[in-house]
T-cell receptor, first 116, second 114 residues
Framework: NAGVMQNPRHLVRRRGQEARLRCSPM?????VYWYRQLPEEGLKFMVY????????ESGMPKERFSAEFPKEGPSILRIQQVVRGDSAAYFC??????????????FGEGSRLTVL | DAKTTQPPSMDCAEGRAANLPCNHSTISGNEYVYWYRQIHSQGPQYIIH???NNETNEMASLIITEDRKSSTLILPHATLRDTAVYYC???????????????FGQGTTLQVKP
């Protein structure tokens, strides 16, 4: 059973370009979470999605960032007009159900974005 | 979700037990205690979780005090591969409006030394 798959693992963009990060959850999982980790900092929650719905986007920057989880295909985190401060590791996690108390989130290995 | 307090760093000798403390004095009755770890730049890895009772699995043991205001994660025989940042997180149980997201603090950096 494959784990959470993220790609690309490494992405280099110039300022002003767009970055698209993809996350395929574990088989049978319909809940996806995105986290960002700036260099030498902790993990920060960004957004929680279910299929075709954004449930909680309280951690998303107000501009340039968007996320989707379509009925078919992976979840996409999109960053428009990237700036150097967007350079970070972006982690995706999935869960099979709304894991309020039991169960856990399964994390991918992350996508590392470098903005030149 | 309740706030947790962890020491920023700890050392442990290889082969010895590593005991990582966590304070969560404002924990409420329906909040679980979760432990995750992040080995250098990898994705976080689930270790264990509990509500009231002590828990044990193949990776670790979780000891929760009777008043639930603190807990200890125990790695019984630490190896060099256990060097990582360990996160203690409390999170509410299933209820309407609970998204299930985890809020990570700064964690404890455990350095296992030969």
């Amino acid at each position: 059973n494959a784990g959470v798959m993220q790609n690309p693992r490494h992405l280099v963009r110039r300022r002003g370009q767009e970055a698209r990060l993809r996350c395929s959850p574990m088989k049978g999982h319909s809940h996806v979470y995105w986290y960002r980790q700036l260099p030498e900092e902790g993990l920060k929650f960004m957004v929680y999605l279910q299929k075709e719905n954004i449930i909680d986007e309280s951690g998303m920057p107000k501009e340039r960032f968007s996320a989707e989880f379509p009925k078919e295909g992976p979840s996409i985190l999109r960053i428009q007009q990237v700036v150097r401060g967007d350079s970070a590791a972006y982690f995706c996690a999935s869960s099979p159900v709304r894991t309020g108390g039991s169960g856990e989130l399964f994390f991918g290995e992350g996508s590392r974005l470098t903005v030149l | 979700d309740a706030k947790t307090t962890q020491p920023p760093s700890m050392d442990c000798a290889e082969g010895r037990a590593a005991n990582l403390p966590c304070n969560h004095s404002t924990i409420s009755g329906n909040e679980y205690v979760y432990w995750y770890r992040q080995i250098h730049s990898q994705g976080p890895q689930y270790i264990i979780h509990g509500l009231k009772n002590n828990e044990t699995n193949e990776m670790a043991s979780l000891i929760i005090t009777e008043d639930r205001k603190s807990s200890t994660l125990i790695l019984p025989h630490a190896t060099l591969r256990d060097t990582a940042v360990y996160y203690c997180i409390v999170r509410v149980g299933p209820s309407a409006g609970n998204t299930g997201k985890l809020i990570f603090g700064q964690g404890t950096t455990l350095q296992v030394k030969p």
